[in-house]
């Protein structure tokens, strides 16, 4: 995976039309949600691995994302699910363009073990580019109070 | 005659079935994808190392280098450390690394090809800030009604 840093900046540029604004936040959580629920586990307790290889699969996540929305009020379930989706989407579609030597993704589980990258980056290589993210993220916020500010 | 009561109920019923059903699905993914893993691991291959002698394993879980030698280096993964012979470029001890090896059941590895993880600390410490921030915007725009168990819109 890229770190959450990437995966965030990638929603954030992404969620800026206003369209996103009324459940950006509901997108930003689908765009870390695969990390954050297999990642810790691991990270804190390695022999838990094994257990975690369903969790960043997109049919899990399919799952998890129906589970997370019926604990939204009815009038707004539907948006909710289809923006947590989207944001799941966002974050494959960059783990997609890594490579591993060892492991990567099973897009097909529990169909197929076999798994597919497009092999443009290493896992750690966007690291290198956190402060250059950051920055835009800041500019963009600096951008969006001056606007508002200007308003009448 | 349309009853808000019954439809209330019918809504708590449809909404307990999903999670239920969710709740199930990945409970069962969880243990299909434990128990029918194909990958072979560092560990069985200790367990059984007549069976796995000669076949080629992919290593990557928590692998940290421990010491370099002259002919290969040695890596720690649970606590438990193996040496592995070929050549290591530029790793360091404390490395993480992922790594391809032929393993033989005298209990070392033969290195086919490895990448260093460099800087996967402070990955895991770059990731922390999103995820609170994630956490801050999610509470900012909604907040958890106990008494329906579920999260609402702040307006």
């Known amino acids: 995976m890229p770190d959450l840093l990437t995966h965030y900046t990638a929603a954030y540029f992404i969620s800026r ?58 009038d707004i379930k539907k948006v909710v699910r289809n923006y947590l989706f989207l944001g799941v989407l966002l974050h494959f579609a960059l783990d997609l363009l890594q490579k591993h030597l060892v492991g990567g993704y099973f897009w097909f589980f529990p169909f197929s073990w076999k798994t597919f990258e497009i092999g443009l980056f290493w896992p750690e290589t966007p690291l290198r580019f956190t402060p250059v993210w950051v920055l835009l993220i800041l500019i963009s916020e600096c951008v969006i109070f001056i606007k508002k500010r200007k308003r009448p | 005659m349309f009853s808000p009561a019954r439809s209330k109920n019918k809504n708590t019923h449809h909404r307990l079935s999903v999670i239920l059903i969710c709740s199930m699905a990945m409970l069962g993914l969880i243990i299909y994808g434990k128990v029918y893993n194909p990958a072979v691991t560092l560990e069985m291959c200790l367990i059984q190392p007549d069976k796995y002698d000669g076949r080629t394993i992919a290593i990557g879980t928590e692998i940290t280098v421990h ?30 690394i992922t790594l391809s090896a032929v393993f033989h059941k005298q209990g070392w590895l033969e290195l086919k090809s490895y990448h260093v993880a460099k800087k996967r600390r402070f990955k895991i410490f770059v990731s922390i800030f999103p995820a609170l921030l994630v956490v801050f915007i999610f509470f900012k725009s909604y907040t958890f009604d106990l008494k329906r168990f579920v999260f609402t819109e702040r307006h």
């Open chain 1, 17 to 74: 039309p206003s369209a996103f604004a009324r459940f950006r936040a509901v997108f930003y959580l689908g765009t870390i949600l695969p990390d954050i629920i297999s990642r810790p586990f691991y990270i804190l307790v390695p022999k838990l691995a094994v257990y975690t290889v369903a969790m960043h699969t997109p049919v899990f996540l399919v799952f998890l994302c129906l589970f997370i929305t019926e604990f939204f009020q009815n």
């Open chain 2, 67 to 96: 010491e370099i030698f002259p002919d290969g280096f040695t890596i720690k993964q649970f606590g438990r450390i193996v040496k592995v012979k070929g050549r290591a470029g530029n790793i360091a001890p404390d490395d993480f």
